[in-house]
């Protein structure tokens, strides 16, 4: 997949990142200090396209991070193992520290650029 790179600005319509998505693309997505890459982590074809543009080995297991626990179960999770009952309890632990105290950014930063290609 060589497409063109899409950008995205606060305000846009998120259609752009769901084509992006579905087509199975990759997003880059800029943090306070660097950027994170993201797949859509149910779509095989994402998940791959990932796996190329970091060069990383097929056996070496890849961050998936969730919003919440219905996410969670949207990709594998089984709601009724021991250790998602109790992850359950603690959910959302983090983002509640997080949410007075927001980490200020630039607008230079505050895009978001994809599809990327790992070919």
Known sequence: MNQQPVTWRW???TSKLDDVL???GLL???T???YGLAVDPRSAEG???LY???NRPPDKALPVVLGDLDQLILVGGDPDSPELVELATLWPALPDLFEERPVPYSES???IIGPLSGQ
Do not use: C, H, L, Q
């Open 11 to 13: 305000g846009d319509e």
């Open 22 to 24: 579905e087509r199975g």
């Open 28 to 30: 880059a997505i800029p």
């Open 32 to 34: 306070e200090s660097t």
């Open 47 to 49: 998940v791959a396209t």
């Open 52 to 54: 190329r543009f970091k």
């Open 109 to 111: 930063k505050r895009d």
